[in-house]
């Protein structure tokens, strides 16, 4: 499975941006999919997860209320919309697919990172 995240960029606090990830090759099943983020100096972080049929969802305390995750399992895409973005925020966002349950932090596959960085 292959997965390319798009949607970064620099925004304003308060602003909003929307990630994408699109998912190709082994796509006839279905995975848990997660975004991630790793800020310069930090440990990469689960951000939000949602499983398969999207009926169950994670989000780190600090994004709940702020960020949602969603699927379109026909488009294999992934979603994470932010909303009210803080400087803390600014991280690489990475995408990642394959984790037996959400919660889990063990993911099979992961794209490349897409750049988010919030000015204050």
């Known amino acids: 499975v292959q997965l390319q995240a798009s949607g970064g960029g620099l925004v304003q606090a308060g602003g909003s941006l929307r990630l994408s990830c699109a998912a190709s090759?082994?796509?006839?099943?279905?995975?848990?999919m997660g975004w991630f983020r790793q800020a310069p100096g930090k440990e990469r972080e689960s951000v939000a997860a949602?499983?398969?049929?999207?009926?169950?969802?994670y989000y780190e305390d600090s994004v709940k209320g702020r960020f949602t995750i969603s699927r379109d399992n026909a488009k294999n895409t992934v979603y994470l919309q932010m909303n009210s973005l803080k400087p803390e925020d600014t991280a690489v966002y990475y995408c990642?697919?394959?984790?037996?349950?959400?919660?889990?932090?063990?993911?099979?596959?992961w794209g490349q990172g897409t750049q988010v960085t919030v000015s204050s």
């Open positions: 949602i499983g398969i049929n999207s009926g169950i969802s």
């Open positions: 090759g082994r796509t006839g099943r279905r995975y848990v």
């Open positions: 990642a697919a394959g984790a037996r349950r959400v919660g889990e932090l063990d993911y099979d596959y």
